[in-house]
């Protein structure tokens, strides 16, 4: 299933930490601030941009010239996290 | 409920930048009376007020609406309308000590009062009190950063003391022990963002808080002050700052 960014988040860089700040009518589904790890991070950074997952996932294959299983492997952990907490959003659901 | 469309317009100053409020209740203005409000007849510029969301939310939250709950729900807007000055209003106490100033930051019930009275009952001479809950912090073009006197004094009302640079804040917790831990800027920050008042609404507001949160914990050390009893960790707190003053950091 392919993701995508859910709005109404602020992805904040503060002295190296990144905090994911939800917007206020977002407060009664997310915690006000969700502390990310930096792949975490960089993933979340390139989603809110549009892309999905698997776009995500093609780019780390150019940038590390490396198989496609591998970055998989790697990344959909990272892709399953977000997507369990609400923060991806399947990109069918948003389909008209 | 005051249903009147009326609004009471004035103007005045706070950490040097000139401000318009304009109120729902005239009585709001006397808790900003220290920072000598001038009444105007219309706004010279754009005022800083209380939405009627704002409101609603605050009495969803239980409260009722008067002249206190604007006062109170100015804090944010107020802050808010600082950022373009590079400074906000801060949830910390600040005290002044060697003419320096210290904040104590925390969340409401941690305790930050109990350090400041234990300060000032054990230090009444050396310890004084910029502001006792919300501070003004100025983040200014050479990297340092200065705490002003602000009207949200915290139940105590505590203020006095002029404004000074800042040296240090301590992030204070409740915990099994008493101990001081100097912290880096990666690990105060989201602590020290949940300080910044914003209301959380739009994106650039929410982008420039950090900016703010960033310029101010690149200024001086952070420590996580853990309490389990005053006076024993207070009296770490006021060893910190002294090494810091005799020993650098």
Redesign the interface.
């Known amino acids: 299933m392919a993701y995508k960014a859910r709005p109404g988040f602020?992805l904040?860089?503060?002295?190296?930490?990144h905090?994911l700040?939800?917007?206020?009518?977002l407060?009664a589904e997310f915690p006000?601030?969700r502390?990310l790890p930096n792949a975490w991070a960089v993933c979340w950074t390139l989603m809110e941009k549009g892309n999905t997952d698997q776009d995500v996932i093609n780019m780390f294959m150019r940038l590390f010239n490396a198989p496609e299983a591998a970055m998989h492997k790697r990344f959909d952990p990272i892709f399953s996290g977000l997507a369990e907490e609400g923060y991806l959003i399947p990109v069918e659901e948003d389909a008209p | 409920m005051n249903n009147s469309s009326k609004q009471f317009i004035y103007r005045g100053e706070l950490s040097g930048v000139s401000l318009v409020f304009s109120f729902r209740y005239p009585e709001t203005a006397k808790y900003l009376a220290a920072f000598n409000l001038i009444p105007e007849s219309s706004p010279s510029m754009d005022p800083i007020s209380v939405s009627q969301q704002e409101f609603d939310d605050w009495v969803a939250a239980g409260n009722g609406t008067d002249a206190f709950a604007e006062f109170c729900l100015l804090c944010q807007q107020t802050s808010q309308h600082l950022f373009s000055s590079n400074r906000c209003v801060f949830h910390a106490a600040a005290i002044r000590w060697r003419d320096k100033a210290w904040l104590i930051a925390g969340g409401s019930g941690v305790g930050k009062s109990t350090q400041c009275r234990t300060l000032l009952e054990h230090w009444p001479n050396e310890v004084a009190i910029i502001n006792g809950d919300k501070p003004v912090l100025e983040c200014r073009e050479n990297g340092s950063v200065m705490a002003y006197p602000s009207p949200w004094n915290g139940k105590e009302g505590w203020h006095g003391a002029e404004a000074a640079p800042l040296a240090g804040i301590f992030f204070l917790r409740r915990g099994e022990k008493n101990s001081v831990d100097m912290i880096s800027a990666q690990t105060a920050a989201l602590r020290a963002y949940l300080c910044v008042f914003q209301d959380f609404h739009d994106a650039n507001v929410i982008t420039q808080a950090g900016a703010i949160t960033q310029r101010i914990l690149n200024s001086c050390p952070s420590w996580l002050l853990t309490s389990q009893d005053v006076p024993d960790s207070t009296k770490l707190l006021y060893q910190t700052m002294q090494e810091v003053c005799e020993n650098g950091v």
């Open positions: 602020v904040l860089n503060i002295c190296d930490a905090l700040v939800a917007t206020r009518p407060w006000r601030i502390p």
